[in-house]
């Protein structure tokens, strides 16, 4: 690379650093373009992306399909807000209840958005359909959770990081440890109105619990009149090997599991891949009985379920259709398992591999304060491929589901020749 090709980096790195807030910690790569499993940075170098904006872009960078959509779209009508009708969020509310098999639908923008949305919905049905005396509603969460970053919601994390110094927070979390059962049993009562729960925690490093913890959790919420929340934005779109991660071990026809699923939560969010990674789109979806507490000025959005929006999302989930990519996730996600066991044996710096589908994550033998994961990430972006470390000594692996076995053997080859290769800085 000559000096001036890094000088392209350089210069957009500094900009960033000049007038942008510093709220990210990017890994030092500037990227230009993206198509399918690959990402090129200015200089033209390219990697494969094996962090698919954090699972938004289940179906690829720039996938034809969807851009299609969106160019057709985008020159028709791209935004009315809700106080007139569009021709395209009625066809698009149908189309998501039919494909995840549920009555009603509330489109929100980003996943933040529609974790906040689920809450307030819980909480109103909480006063009105199961009688909590009013302000005392409770929504039961787990620790080490990742929901979003608003001040409601990090009112349910344990993470200082989120929390230090943005008081003060909004009242009604209860907080137990993840994939406890018990836990969940003793916090039960007539104010709780909802356990709003991911059914594989992703950013705290693809945590997945026991295969009957939301199993027990969903008959638990039921003895006790309470919504089961799940929140899908990371882990939903086939992402886990099923088309929704708490449809759990469930063999119904394609994995596509609206029908007959192990677990179907009471409120369901969706987000990031519900768009392909092309522009926000989310979406809270739920019953009939659930929903109607609804009402003129409860709730809203001035982009939530614009025209653009609409076409992009239907064209979405037609390649996750179409394309079979739960099938492909679960398929690849065993391999990549299967293949980074061996490495694992090999390895002095991986201590463990575990996920879901593509949902897969490495745990470095190092502190969680140390910087080797992150070292061992330049490394990666080095030899051509690009992930993130989570919660320090954890590397996340997810990359787009449109991924063949012939590239996947290739991202582990790169993964071996980088851990076997890697000399961590004095």
């Known amino acids: 690379m000559s000096v001036m090709d890094r000088q392209l980096s350089a210069e957009a790195m500094a900009l960033e650093a000049r007038y942008g807030a510093s709220n990210y910690h990017p890994l030092p790569v500037v990227l230009s373009r993206g198509e399918g499993v690959y ?30 959509a969106l160019k057709e779209q985008a020159e028709k009508l791209t935004l009315t807000s809700r106080a007139f009708y569009n021709d395209r969020l009625g066809a698009f509310e149908k189309f998501l209840a039919d494909f995840f098999g549920y009555e009603k639908v509330l489109p929100m ?3 933040a958005e529609a974790v906040e949305t689920a809450i307030k919905l819980a909480r109103k049905w909480g006063y009105e359909k199961k009688g909590i005396p009013e302000n005392q509603a409770k929504i039961v969460v787990c620790q080490n959770n990742f929901h979003g970053r608003t ?29 406890d059962i018990d836990a ?10 909802a356990f709003l729960v991911e059914p594989v925690q992703g950013e705290a490093g693809v945590f997945v619990p026991d295969a009957d913890f939301l199993k027990k959790a969903s008959a638990l919420c039921k003895e006790h009149n309470v919504l089961l929340i799940a929140d899908e934005v990371q882990t939903g779109i086939a992402r886990t090997g099923r088309l929704l991660a708490s449809c759990g071990n469930c063999a119904c026809p394609e994995k596509l599991c609206s029908g007959t699923p192990d677990v179907k939560p009471d409120v369901l969010i969706l987000g990031k891949a519900l768009s392909g990674g092309v522009l926000p789109v989310s979406a809270v979806l739920s019953s009939s009985e659930v929903m109607e507490v609804i009402r003129p000025g409860n709730h809203g959005s001035t982009f939530g379920g614009n025209p653009l929006a609409c076409a992009v999302a239907v064209a979405a989930l037609e390649v996750v259709r179409d394309e079979k990519l739960s099938e492909r996730s679960d398929e690849l996600g065993q391999l990549f398992r299967d293949k980074m066991t061996e490495i694992m044996q090999e390895s002095e710096w991986v201590s463990s591999v575990r996920g879901r589908g593509l949902l897969n994550a490495i745990v470095i033998n190092d502190s969680e304060d140390s910087s080797t994961a992150w070292e061992i990430c330049l490394a990666l972006k080095e030899n051509g491929l690009l992930a993130k470390p989570t919660h320090g000594n954890i590397i996340r692996f997810a990359p787009p589901l ?14 071996r020749k980088t851990l076997r290769e890697f000399e961590p800085q004095p």
């Open 184 to 193: 969940l049993r003793r916090v039960m009562g007539p104010e709780v109105a």
């Open 39 to 68: 990402l090129w940075d200015v200089e033209g170098n390219r990697y494969y992306d094996f962090l698919s904006a954090y699972s938004a872009v289940n179906q690829g960078h720039c996938h034809p399909h969807i851009i299609d």
């Open 402 to 415: 449109v991924m063949t076995e012939e590239q996947l053997l290739d991202c582990l080859a790169i993964i």
């Open 151 to 179: 001040i409601t919601i990090i009112s349910a994390s344990n993470d200082a990081v989120a929390t230090g110094n943005f008081g003060p927070f909004t009242p009604g979390m209860v907080s137990i440890p993840y994939n």
């Open 109 to 111: 923008n980003t996943g």
